[in-house]
């Protein structure tokens, strides 16, 4: 049940995302999101020289767009969705930033070169995705890990933190997520 609560959670979410990237309020959706997005990442500390990684930036790619916009760095965000990444691309070109967007799946990405990953709170399956996290990046990769708040783990099941990493801070989110910044153990 809790399961499927979430893949419903996911899917409506995706749907509003596609929506909302067709109408001018895209804007507004990418701004009201941008103080969260700048709190949360109070906790990493964001340089020149970082190869940023947004695993699932979905068709409003508002993460990668706020942290651009505020920190100098490389950014590539991945989406499984052919029409997310499509539509992501073009939001990205709107705002001339230099945030690269493709089509690509965790699973069989290349990870080996990024310094931070973010990984968002929808993309599954996570426990195989760690597992490579785990095998195939840095040493000293900083990675965020998306996940509701604790009271929601009624609705949407507990989350774990993946075998293999240690919590070195987290972040409660103004929108009922709370972000891990995990370090390999």
Known sequence: MMQKSKRVHDYLFIFLEKY????PLKHAYIKFFEKATLEEFEIVDINENDTILHIGCGP???TLITL????KANYTGIDKDKEAVKIARKIVKEY??????????AIDYPLQHFDIIIVSYGVEPKEKIFKRLRKETKENVRIILRKQWDFMD?????????????VIGYKKRR????????MKV
């Not at 909302?20 to 109408?23: C, R």
């Not at 009624?154 to 240690?166: A, Q, S, V």
């Not at 929108?175 to 995990?182: E, N, T, V």
Request: glycine content about 8%; proline content about 5%; aromatic content about 12%.
């Open 96 to 105: 001339r930033l230099n945030i690269k967007i493709e089509e690509g799946d």
């Open 68 to 71: 651009a916009q505020h920190f």
């Open 60 to 62: 409003l790619p508002n």
């Open 175 to 182: 929108d009922f997520l709370k972000s891990y910044l995990l």
């Open 20 to 23: 909302l990237s067709s109408l």
């Open 154 to 166: 009624t609705i949407y099941g507990r989350n774990i933190i993946p075998e293999g990493f240690k």
